[in-house]
């Protein structure tokens, strides 16, 4: 029994007891005599009164294929236990209301992206931000969680296997892993692809041998930082490929991905090209972000109605209902709120089964372009849909497998414009079309595959070359902290980069104090700096503190972007404090937030540096 498991915690034994050091819980650990002790033992279970598994999740979207809408699957985890279950409790009153069970997305803190034996002080920096802690798994169930409700646990990063084993021992039901194969973040030495996926795969085989529900791989992930449908729809076959070798059941496994509600016809046909390529027995639709949030909220959940229109059109069997966006960590009963919206809008839409031959060619589309994919990072040929099963995958052994993917991220088979995965060879460039369609520009397709199956636009784009700087002024940009969103400091560098400075770029995932170093050995006029988790307060002045100590605060200008504060009911403050007072109270020189243009950053920057001089 968990033969699998024991063989992991025995391998990365160091790390496991990193993960109970670095996080306050007790972890498994190995005896005398060399063996596991203190691991649970696997789904149906019982924890805290109810039993545990993954099956009921399944049980979940099988109800939603019965009733024709999806179950809804909500996101809602804040810094404590206390708090989470608090606000969880708003949150069930409204799904009582409508007499609703939730698959219940218990939000994770943003450390444990991070390998605990790699990244100690970027954890302990961004402790208790971005949700509940490993600790506070364990206590949230104690109190009561996930005994109505099922909920599941968020694991992605360089160690997600270590955060499936805590949640286990929780009491969770369910986890993601995915994004497996592409790589969504990157940081300084952190983590490399090769360690992604092997750690990725270990996830997969410690829910199969426990039974835990998994989101196995994610289209919305690769669609926000410019990946293609058709690229994203292989990499989450290569994902069902390592499932395949880790003996998990169909029915544990689902795939994630994003919806528009720009084309209805784009999202039917996306949707329904994953349910025709991929075993896995569920779909889970989350509705895609806005890039740039409209004051008005009115707006914004008008956007998200939108969507979920589409996913029940779709046939998704979970949907993750959207509060308001443009804020941080939503309270209990603005996304109760959000649920009750959303369960009216699936009640009292017509679903006529649409079809067309659009859909169709636009699927057919998608899937080509997938096999194209497959074919080159497989080195097969004449690749089928109806060939992808599980004897397909099990001609290669799992070593051989994870080699193929790792070697087709490296060589630029497996790409997508804004992924940081630092050891990725990089080459693709998109553009979203106005049919709301992201495609490649041409010239730009993945390395290696061929590009007449590659969905290509017609559109006059102008494509962001890194050139030769053509000023004097060099800008230093990173996030900072345990942050894995660089998306938007992508776009930030590349506008710089547009405006001919001259740009030092160190991704995701960095010590503020690193970032002023290298600001300092590089001689830089200006420091940008990122973080999402709303920990401005806390990082954004140890840039500053640093650069004086270095003697160079007053050479140099530093600005800051993303979020200062994570929860909804604190954001205002910050927003109105810095428009009254100034960013100085963070001991910066700007502040730019989730409205700012590129171009405005540039031009305010460009200034203050002039300003400095």
């Known amino acids: 029994m968990q033969e699998k498991t024991k063989r992991i915690i025995k391998e990365d034994i160091e790390s496991v007891r990193a993960f109970s050091d670095c996080f306050g819980v007790e972890m498994p650990d190995l005896d005398e005599n060399g063996e596991v002790v203190g691991l649970p033992a696997p789904y149906p279970r019982e924890v805290a009164g109810t039993i545990r598994s993954g099956y009921r999740i399944y049980e979940l979207s099988q109800k939603a294929k019965e009733r024709g809408w999806p179950i809804q699957n909500p996101i809602l985890g804040r810094n404590s236990a206390e708090e989470t279950y608090a606000e969880s409790l708003n949150m069930y009153a409204y799904a009582d209301k409508i007499d609703e069970t939730l ?20 954890i302990n920096m961004s402790r208790g931000k971005g949700g509940i802690t490993p600790i506070g798994e364990r206590e949230f169930i104690a109190m009561g969680g996930g005994s109505k409700h099922p909920v599941r646990i968020n694991a992605t990063g360089d160690t997600p296997h270590l955060s499936i084993i805590n949640a286990l021992i929780a009491g969770f039901d369910g986890t993601d892993i995915g994004p497996v194969i592409h790589v969504h973040f990157g940081g300084r030495g952190i983590h490399d692809y090769k360690t992604k996926v092997v750690n990725g795969y270990k996830a997969i085989q410690i829910c199969a041998e426990n039974n835990i529900f998994v989101q196995l791989d994610s289209h919305k992930h690769l669609n926000n930082i410019g990946g293609t449908d058709g690229m994203a729809l292989a990499m989450c076959l290569l994902s069902e490929g390592l499932a395949v070798h880790a003996e998990l ?224 002024e060099k800008i230093v940009l990173a996030t900072v902290g345990a942050d894995a969103h660089v998306n938007g400091i992508n776009v930030i560098k590349e506008a710089f980069q547009e405006a001919g400075y001259d740009v030092v770029y160190l991704r995701g995932m960095n010590l503020p104090e690193s970032v002023a170093e290298v600001a300092a050995e590089v001689n830089a006029d200006a420091v940008g700096v990122s973080n999402l988790l709303g920990l401005g307060m806390a990082l954004f002045p140890r840039v500053s503190k640093r650069l004086e100590e270095l003697g160079l605060r007053d050479k140099m200008v530093v600005c800051a972007g993303g979020r200062i504060a994570e929860k909804e009911e604190e954001h205002r403050f910050y927003e109105d404090k810095i428009k009254n007072e100034g960013s100085g109270f963070m001991s910066i020189d700007g502040f730019f937030g989730p409205d700012s243009s590129p171009e405005k950053c540039v031009r305010m920057i460009g200034d203050m540096i002039d300003k400095k001089k």
């Open 103 to 122: 698959f219940h997305f218990v939000h994770a803190e943003a450390t444990r992206h991070i390998d605990p034996l790699k990244g100690r002080e970027l």
């Open 249 to 472: 059941p169909w029915e544990l496994s689902a795939i994630q991905m994003n919806v528009a509600g720009i084309n209805i016809y784009a999202d039917l046909a996306v949707m329904g090209a994953f349910r025709e390529a991929c075993q896995s027995k569920s779909i889970i639709v989350v509705p895609e972000t806005f890039q740039n949030p409209p004051q008005n909220l009115v707006a914004e959940a008008a956007h998200f109605s939108r969507m979920a229109v589409t996913a029940k059109l779709g046939g998704a069997d979970f949907y993750r209902p959207k509060a308001a966006e443009s804020v941080g960590i939503p309270t209990g009963d603005s996304m109760g709120q959000s649920i009750w919206g959303t369960e009216d809008v699936f009640k009292n839409i017509y679903n006529p089964n649409i079809q067309s031959p659009v859909i169709d060619a636009r699927k057919a589309e998608i899937i080509n372009e997938s096999l194209a994919v497959l074919e080159a990072a497989l080195k097969v040929k004449d690749l089928t849909l109806d060939k992808i099963n599980d004897a397909f995958w099990r001609q290669w052994s799992d070593t051989e497998l994870i080699e193929l993917i790792v070697a087709a991220g490296k060589s630029g088979v497996l790409d997508s414009q804004r992924a940081a995965g630092w050891d990725l060879k990089r080459h693709v460039v998109v553009n979203r079309d106005k049919d709301g369609i992201t495609r490649y520009v041409k010239g730009y397709t993945p390395l290696g595959v061929d590009a007449s199956r590659c969905a290509q636009s017609k559109e006059d784009v102008k494509v962001h070359e890194k050139k030769a700087p053509t000023r004097k």
